[in-house]
């Protein structure tokens, strides 16, 4: 991701190698904010438009993803095909694998059915639920 960085056409400075370093090895798929606060202690004069505007710039060249899954945008360093598990007691998400994410024929008709004329790009699974450690907290309380 470091390296992809440059391709992005903005500077390899400390703070965007930082944010590319925080993000990179972060599976919670954070927020931008929650990025700016962790980094913020280390560099205190680094805006939340810097973090923010650099996380835009990944996702647009294809070093990671821009979720919307309600709320505030998420960022996902997963940048290879997959689907998602949404937990809807803690909001943990977690990454589900698949081999493509291209709208087959059925996708297709079934959004052309629905929505005349709409262009599906991908298509993305979303599935909402509850997670093991919060499906074991209910149980034991």
Known sequence: MLEGLKATGLKRTAQREAIVREIAGDLTHPTAQELYERLRPSFPSMSFATVYNTLGALSAAGLSRTLHLGGAARFDPNAAPHH??????????????????????????AVEGAAPGFSVREVEHVYRGTCARCEREATAG
């Open 84 to 109: 998602h598990a949404v937990c809807d007691v803690c909001g943990a998400i977690t990454d589900l694998p698949t081999a493509s994410l291209e709208a087959d024929g059925a996708a297709r008709r």
